[in-house]
């Protein structure tokens, strides 16, 4: 399934339905009063997080969504039947806006959680309605006004504690596969990973958080260069980033200082979140005692690992579990919460 993380789609709310012009036709009521009733509701439409969902794919190629009309009233002062809300079902961690105003309607970041982005129109009164001692018989109804229409812009960020950040073949793929059930696919070519991928990370009975991996980002990639910049949205929702350095290319500082540069060039406050370095691949290259020294007396913590061996996994993991678990506190002090916990 091809991964989609943004969309545009257009969301038409159900119109409401006709007010109806009757009178009532009964034995023995051969004058009886206007009984026309109320049109029925139009549709709302309204977004739902859905955690089976892993992209906006199901809208690639539908592009106009529609709730249904409300129904006509009928005779004997009958209300018509409201239209069926449209659900329109979205991956965890969806940023809803609307492109016309610019502004961000719902992030959909809880399980379970539902935003109306679109409301149905209102019903048109029946002639019943129009009744008054000066006009007993009146002949006209309302109709029923319009749904909403709304222009959205559907952006997928997805929810993750840890985010491994690095330039391409680093091994963020390898350490995603050892330490969680997750099977991301691994070559030993630049740009193996094309997509985000996810895994989750189980430490001791009962505490575990999400890690994701995203495609390798290469310098000058704010200026459209490989693939990782378009998928830096994906990591700004974690509480803390690994840089992965591969300890066998070239000089670490110049790695790490091309991607601390590229963080900043994105925004978002990344170049502000908590950072560890993690120098992969200390199986086929030690690393140089005075690079980390440096590096950490740059304020970074820095781990020797290795992805194929999982040599200095543990001590990372436990520091990233510390990590995590003081953001969820602070987030819980803050009244926030944590968006979904595994």
Known sequence: MRFVDQVEIEVIAGHGGRGAVAFRREKYEPKGGPAGGDGGRGGDVRLLV?????TLMDYRYRRVLSAKNGEPGGPNQCTGAAGEDLVIRVPQGTVVRDTDKGSVLADLSE????????????????????????NRAPRHAQPGLEGERRSL?????????????????????????????SHPRIGDYPFTTLTPNLGIVRVGEGSSFVLADIPGLIEDAHLGKGLGLEFLRHVERCSVLVLVIDVLEGDPREALRALKCELRAHGHGLDK???????NKSDLGVPDPDELRRIEESGDSVFATSGATGHGLGELVAELMTRVDRRRAAADRDGKGEPWRP
């Open 153 to 181: 812009a559907l952006e997928l960020k997805v929810v993750a504690d840890v985010g491994l950040v690095g330039p391409p073949n680093a091994g963020k793929s390898t350490l995603l596969a050892r330490l969680s059930s």
């Open 50 to 54: 859905d955690l089976k969902m892993q």
């Open 111 to 134: 399980e379970g959680r539902s935003v109306v982005v679109a409301e149905g129109g209102t019903g048109g009164r029946g002639n019943a309605r129009f009744a008054t001692s000066r």
């Open 273 to 279: 979140k908590q950072r560890i370095v993690a120098m």
